[in-house]
């Protein structure tokens, strides 16, 4: 994180507060979108299950097979298990307070300049652009990221477009790279809980082919979770803007041009989020309870549990702000998720 301020014209006493530059934060989470287990050291099962036919012709004698599997999962419970399993990563930063000094003159202690002896509201501005570099990470890296980085993805990525796995989104798989080797997947672990549909493999280079895209998932959506209350489009701000343009200028308008289309399509929410990359649009049931198709999982309840200030060392004027978390993402039921994305396995 760079130490990046902006300052005003005033040349006063008192500056209050520092301008600080708007972080995107985690749409994923102030929209509601991801379930959250907290406390999971190493290894938390998803399970599923599945009940076969259990229907039969009403005679006085109900027809046995003892126990046997039947050729349409007769007396057959399926259970299938995916797993979240965090990886360790960390936010650090070091910084002298004295950097900082002028900016709080009214803040300027008398004696040694120690952390703890400046104003709290010096340590609110630091704490709070810590905190939303974090979720601007972690929003980002639920959609994108990729353990091993970009080299060991294997997602070939549209031209123009943000790599799976780029940078420091390398610690656990994200949604695009478990939809890619889910849809890819012969082995039972991968495919547990079964395959997302693929309805499209396009680039959404307009208004029209996002349209084109939001129909074509719409058909191919399960219909016993249409009614889903918490089924919802996840859609990038760039398909988003495309689609509101092109139903604005249609001769039959749903809405004035001065005002933002309903975030609807076929009665359900269209939610536009920064995170997820470009030609990618996600159906499926998201929310923050248990029902939701995404979780993710942390070894942590809070920020305040785990955020570590202290002096870099006795003999220096240094302070460091630590946090040392794990994170990972899962679907839990795939077969239940349907995708428009001109992301791809590599060959």
């Known amino acids: 994180?760079?130490?990046?301020?902006?300052?005003?014209?005033?040349?006063?006493?008192?500056?209050?507060?520092?301008?600080?530059?708007?972080?995107?934060?985690?749409?994923?989470?102030?929209?509601?979108?991801?379930?959250?287990?907290?406390?999971?050291?190493?290894?938390?099962t998803l399970p599923a299950i599945?009940?076969?036919?259990?229907?039969?012709?009403?005679?006085?004698?109900?027809?046995?097979?003892?126990?046997?599997k039947g050729a349409n999962g007769e007396n057959e419970y399926t259970l299938t298990e995916r797993y979240l399993e965090p990886s360790d990563f960390m936010v650090y930063l070091e910084f002298n307070p004295r950097d900082y000094e002028k900016y709080w003159k009214f803040a300027q202690p008398d004696g040694n300049l120690v952390f703890r002896e400046l104003d709290p509201k010096v340590q609110a501005t630091m704490l709070r652009l810590l905190m939303d570099k974090k979720n601007e990470y972690i929003g980002n890296a639920?959609?994108?990221?990729?353990?091993?980085?970009?080299?060991?993805?294997?997602?070939?990525?549209?031209?123009?477009s943000i790599q799976i796995g780029r940078g420091k989104e390398k610690y656990f798989d994200g949604v695009v790279k478990?939809?890619?080797?889910?849809?890819?997947?012969?082995?039972?672990?991968?495919?547990?809980?079964?395959q997302c549909i693929v309805s499209g493999n396009t680039e959404l280079t307009d208004g029209a082919a996002v349209e084109k895209a939001l129909y074509a998932m719409w058909k191919k959506c399960p219909k016993q979770i249409r009614k889903k209350t918490s089924l919802a489009f996840v859609i990038g701000w760039d398909a988003w803007d495309a689609y509101d343009q092109y139903i604005s200028d249609k001769q039959v308008k749903y809405s004035e041009n001065t005002e933002v289309n309903r975030y609807r399509f076929k009665g359900k929410r269209i939610i536009p989020i920064v995170g997820i990359p470009e030609h990618t649009i996600v159906l499926g049931e998201f929310s923050t309870g248990m029902e939701s198709n995404l979780w993710m999982g942390v070894d942590y309840a809070n920020d305040a549990e785990v955020l570590k200030i202290d002096r870099l060392q006795s003999n220096s004027e240094l302070f460091f702000f630590q946090m040392r978390m794990k994170m990972d993402i899962n679907l839990v039921r795939p077969g239940e998720i349907v995708v428009h994305t001109a992301y791809k396995k590599t060959v």
């Open 1 to 44: 994180m760079a130490d990046t301020f902006a300052q005003n014209g005033y040349n006063g006493e008192v500056l209050e507060d520092l301008l600080t530059y708007t972080a995107q934060g985690n749409d994923t989470y102030k929209e509601g979108l991801i379930h959250i287990k907290a406390g999971i050291q190493h290894k938390y």
């Open 50 to 68: 599945k009940l076969g036919d259990i229907i039969q012709d009403n005679v006085p004698t109900p027809t046995s097979n003892h126990g046997a």
């Open 142 to 160: 639920i959609w994108t990221a990729a353990k091993g980085g970009a080299a060991s993805a294997g997602v070939t990525a549209p031209a123009d």
């Open 178 to 194: 478990r939809i890619i080797d889910n849809v890819n997947a012969t082995d039972a672990e991968t495919i547990a809980g079964g």
